[in-house]
């Protein structure tokens, strides 16, 4: 891919490149944007296809977290971390250690959390060697049941707009992904009494959920054409595309994965299909506001009081796709850039003070 032709697009500060040959250790390190603040995004581990698929994943996922941090009134930029690996192999204490060692040179321009495939653990070993990497054990621990309560936040704005009640019971939610959030998500559906199909390539993961919240499992490439109200879409991104549009029987699309559009005209065509769209970073704010309230002061009454204003920003997004005519994705867009200008006009990058 041409980086720099990418970069120049979307205007993007710096991409760094970690490698270590004693641990394995390879990084990718993306800082979108730091004109609120520090570029704060978890590090995820995943054994990506290729190289330009990583860079690729590391470029959108921050720059998804500097419109998430905006549109959710926080004062930081957009950032975020993809170690090519498997992480039931690669994981070890001197690559997180190394890890850490490129995230402190960085002087405070970036800070790190867990994200996909990565744990608390593992933040403690990156901890040891950076003061810039939050989420940690002690503190707040797993942001991702945080994230999980702002999702099904959300979801119950983009219910009352699609059906005209915010209720879920009895509401089909098919959802993609049991990982942690997607776990809390569906004990969340449950227990307000909603039915739940869902998909995993983790077996164990499926036989949980099932066993638990009496789910209904289907195969991973299945969830897409079920008869569902609400599709969930809570594991990798892309999941709206030209493939899995004409499968969709839902009426709303609500979930904690980013990058849930494959391009921006799948926004489109989902809106002219009436399908209530929650836009991914708005919806999937919860854990990002939890590992900012670490950084100031944290209380967990006052986060989660936070979290759950996910459900009136959403409801505003839809105010401002039907006033003015466009896609939520593209409201959830205006409403970011306009507090990120302002800012700007009162300071650009961010600096160690």
Known sequence: MKKFEYMEKYDYEQLVFCYDKTSGLKAVICIHDTTLGPALGGTRMWNYESEDDAVLDALRLGRGMTYKAAAAGLNLGGGKTVIIGDAKKDKSEELWRAFGRYVQSLNGRYITAEDVNTTVADMDYVAMETDYVTGLSGTSGDPSPVTAYGTYMGMKAAAKEAFGSDSLEGKVVAVQGLGHVGYYLCKHVYEEGGKLIVTDIDKDKIN??????????????????????????????????????????????????????????????????????????????????????????????????????????????????????????????????????????????????
């Open 208 to 353: 949980e959920v099932v066993n638990e919240f009496g789910a209904t499992a289907v195969k991973a490439d299945e969830i897409y054409g079920v008869e569902c109200d609400i599709y969930a879409p809570c594991a990798l991104g892309a999941t709206v595309n030209d493939e899995t549009i004409p499968q969709f029987k839902c009426r709303a699309i609500a979930g904690a994965a980013n990058n849930v559009l494959k391009e921006e005209r799948h926004g489109d065509i989902i809106h002219e299909k009436g399908i209530v769209y929650a836009p991914d970073y708005v919806i999937n704010a919860g854990g990002l506001i939890n590992v900012y309230h670490e950084l100031v002061g944290y209380d967990r009454e006052v986060v989660m009081k936070e979290v759950a204003k996910i459900y009136d920003r959403i409801l505003k997004v839809i105010e401002i796709s039907k006033r003015d005519n466009i896609p939520t994705y593209k409201a959830a867009d205006i409403m970011a850039e306009e507090r990120i200008e302002k800012m700007g006009r009162v300071h650009s990058n961010y600096v160690i003070r």
